[in-house]
């Protein structure tokens, strides 16, 4: 069964073998690690990923996210009751809501009735605390290497998200992974013409150069424009990028664990930001509007602003490149990889690659036989895209949540009660790996999409602190983070000088930088 470890006795991670999800025709592969698999059109054909039911009677019992309203029981629930059949037994989940989360499941744990399979957010103190107390069983030697093969869809969770959610080296839990990189550039390239640049400038004074003139222009087509509408964590992300400034907590040359801001390459980054300022490429209320949500989004669609930066589900889910194209005449937005300071090579933050994961009763898996069945649960949730098993999962039973449709075409019933009793239940927290699936609406942007989003991915480097757990950083954030929207905001809308980085440094490491800094580096001494 799974093992009872002294988590914190670091061992040497026995990495699962990795096995790509099965190609289903249709879907564009890359063969960038990381690049999701992206779907423009219907699946076809679907086909079993699971060859028996994965209890033999009986029932699983979990703790689990609850987003929305609670659902129906079974029978009147069609997928509760379809989900039963499939499983095999019945399945008995505690729906708890997210802002309760973690209390709620500090109370289950200490009340010694743990369930059979849990949603664990790993890096809060409860999870924390779970781990070092043997909540969970240790999965490492169960899904070491080839072992994990039993399982074929635990198999296809790639190998930056087992590195990332271990513990000392220790597996606990099958973590739901994520992609590499959320957000990312575009640009309306018909202002970058209008402005006399027919392709992206080689470096970051060409860049600075072109948006410049871009804002000097003020309207085209008798529509007026910004360069940059918000001053926020996305777009100034993506300049640390140009400028290599690598993740957040980064290993200097002498092996110290250093915060970004407190690199040259920082400095020179909110020199960049400086310069954008003064040249009035920023919207004049760009430091409001970093605080406005999705406002500066809007103004991207709606034509006002030259440069935006969102997610997949921005660009294709809520369609701001087909409407942007819809809504002004002559838009040409286009997804960009920005230069480099110097022409070189970018550096690009990856995500964590995982959030949270799905663990296992340490006292439910004390039985071999047992353990491998819920293992097989997990299996069965993790199915991936093509399978009936994911069909049913993320879209529900047919004829009641959805209808298949002429070309494979998923038609959604529209019943709000159908939709809330699966949307309820599906969230365990062990999905398939991530893809893309873009509407044929929006099919005409996959290509510039795939051929940003590639060397992007390519660029991502992990941080070295990803996994690990650390209160400070959690209980000292909110300060800060105050701190450093003070200065940021400050030097680069020229209220402060920067001449006052060292002061801004100094005020971050008193307001708790330094006090992270040291749970990181406590914990970090505990890797292998």
């Known amino acids: 069964g799974g093992a009872r470890p002294n988590p914190r006795e670091a061992v040497a991670l026995a990495l699962p073998t990795y096995v790509a999800p099965r190609e289903v025709p249709g879907g564009i592969v890359s063969a960038v690690e990381g690049m999701p698999t992206i779907y423009t059109q219907p699946i076809q054909e679907y086909y079993d990923s699971v060859t028996k039911a994965p209890l033999s009677g009986g029932k699983v019992t979990t703790f689990q996210v609850l987003w929305g309203a609670p659902p129906q029981k079974a029978p009147a629930n069609e997928y509760w009751a379809g989900l039963n059949e499939r499983l095999g037994g019945t399945f008995e989940p505690t729906l708890v809501a997210f802002d309760t989360y973690n209390e709620k499941m500090a109370t289950t744990i200490a009340s010694g009735n743990v369930p059979d399979l849990l949603f664990v957010q790993d890096t809060n103190a409860v999870a924390a605390k779970a781990i070092n107390d043997g909540v969970f069983a240790d999965l490492s030697e169960v899904l070491a290497g080839d072992e994990i093969l039993r399982w074929p869809n635990l198999a296809n969770v790639g190998s930056n998200a087992w590195k990332a959610s271990a513990k000392n080296g220790h597996l606990f839990g099958i973590p739901n992974e994520d992609p590499y990189l959320t957000n990312f550039p575009a640009i309306r390239w018909d202002l970058m013409q209008a402005a006399g640049y027919d392709e992206m400038p080689a470096d970051a004074a060409g860049f600075l150069e072109m948006m410049t003139a871009v804002a000097a222009l003020k309207s085209v087509n008798g529509k007026q424009h910004w360069g940059i509408g918000a001053f926020d964590g996305k777009l100034q992300a993506v300049v640390e990028w ?11 040359d002498s092996g110290k664990l ?27 209320d760009a430091l409001a509007l970093g605080t406005q949500g999705n406002k500066a989004a809007e103004m991207f669609t709606n034509g006002q602003l030259a440069i935006t930066v969102d997610s997949f589900n921005g660009y294709f889910g809520a369609n701001i490149l087909r409407d942007t194209v819809d809504i002004t005449e002559g838009a040409d937005p286009r997804m960009f990889v920005p230069p480099a300071v110097d022409g070189g090579e970018i550096v690009v933050q990856r995500n964590d690659g995982y959030w949270g994961m799905v663990s296992i009763s340490a006292k439910a898996a004390e039985d071999p036989e047992r353990l491998a069945e819920l293992l097989d649960v997990v299996n069965y949730w993790r199915a991936p895209d093509g399978s009936t098993e994911a069909l049913f999962i993320h879209t529900g039973a047919e004829g009641y949540n959805y209808t298949l449709g002429e070309g494979g075409v998923i038609e959604d019933l529209n019943d709000e009660t159908a939709n809330n009793d699966r949307a309820a239940l599906q969230w365990l927290g062990a999905f398939k790996s991530p893809s893309f699936v873009v509407a044929p609406t929006s099919v005409e942007f996959v290509e510039n999409f795939q051929q940003t989003l590639e060397p992007l991915i390519a660029a991502t480097v992990p941080s070295p602190v990803v996994g690990l757990y650390n209160e400070p950083n959690v209980s000292e954030g909110s300060k800060l983070a105050a701190v450093d929207t003070d200065y940021r905001n400050g030097i680069v809308s020229g209220r402060m000088s920067l001449d006052q980085l060292d002061e801004y440094r100094d005020a971050w490491r008193k307001a708790g930088g330094d006090t992270v800094r040291k749970a990181y580096e406590t914990a970090l001494a505990e890797q292998v």
């Open 258 to 284: 250093v915060n970004v801001i407190e690199t040259d390459a920082y400095a020179d980054v909110l020199e960049f930001h400086t310069k954008l300022w003064k040249a009035g490429v920023y919207h004049p």
């Open 242 to 252: 140009m400028f290599r400034a690598g993740t957040t907590w980064q290993l200097d």
